[in-house]
Each structure stands twice: as C-alpha cells, then as structure tokens.
C-alpha cells in the first residue's frame, strides 16, 4: 500500500498538486496527483492555494502541529486520546521531515 506523501498515513486519494479549482479545464490530470490520506487531501488541504509538494507538505506539516498543540491543550488523557495525540504528534513529524527532505533538495 502507498503512504501518504505528506504525513506517511495510509493514502487512500490522490491529491492534486495544482488543485483542480485553479485548472482550465480539463480539470482532472493523473500524473499531477500524489498519493495522500484523506485527512490530508479533504481536511487539510482542501482547494488551497499552494501549488508545489513542498508547499502543500510544509502546510500540512503547520496544521498537524497546531491540531497536536490543541489537543494536548483541550483534553484529559487517556489510551485512547494517548494513542491518537502519538499517531497525530508521528504525522506531524513525518511532515515535518519531508518538508526538511525537499528543502535539502531544492537547494
């Protein structure tokens, strides 16, 4: 199974690298996507103007962040809110590195 190219999770869509809504038709190109989660490509990213990987990696990268620093702000701890804030705390992580890994590559 391919991962999410943004926080590693299991990659069950293809995110479009140019959003479709910033497309001429036709809308849809298949070797313009990459493999994402769907917490990544619906929630995350939606239609957002960020129009290269590194762009929509390091967007996601800051949105996990901030989701992990809410949770550990608005919750009392327990298994399974412990297991859910150390899988999302692995996502932004992951992110966080791939966004460091194009970084290194584009320079």
Do not use: W
Request: hydrophobic residues 35%; proline residues 5%; negative net charge.
């Amino acid at each position: 199974m391919k991962e999410c190219i943004y926080c590693g999770d299991l990659a069950t869509d293809r995110d479009h690298v140019i959003p479709c809504a910033y497309r001429a038709a036709p809308r849809h190109y298949s070797n313009h996507t990459v493999p994402a989660c769907a917490d990544c490509n619906r929630k995350i990213l939606r239609d957002l103007p960020y129009f290269t990987v590194f762009q929509r990696c390091e967007y996601v990268a800051k949105s996990l962040r901030e989701r992990l620093a809410d949770h550990l702000e608005l919750f009392e701890p327990d298994d399974e809110f412990t297991d859910s804030i150390a899988d999302l705390a692995l996502r932004a992580e992951y992110a966080t590195n791939q966004v460091k890994d194009l970084c290194e590559d584009e320079f």
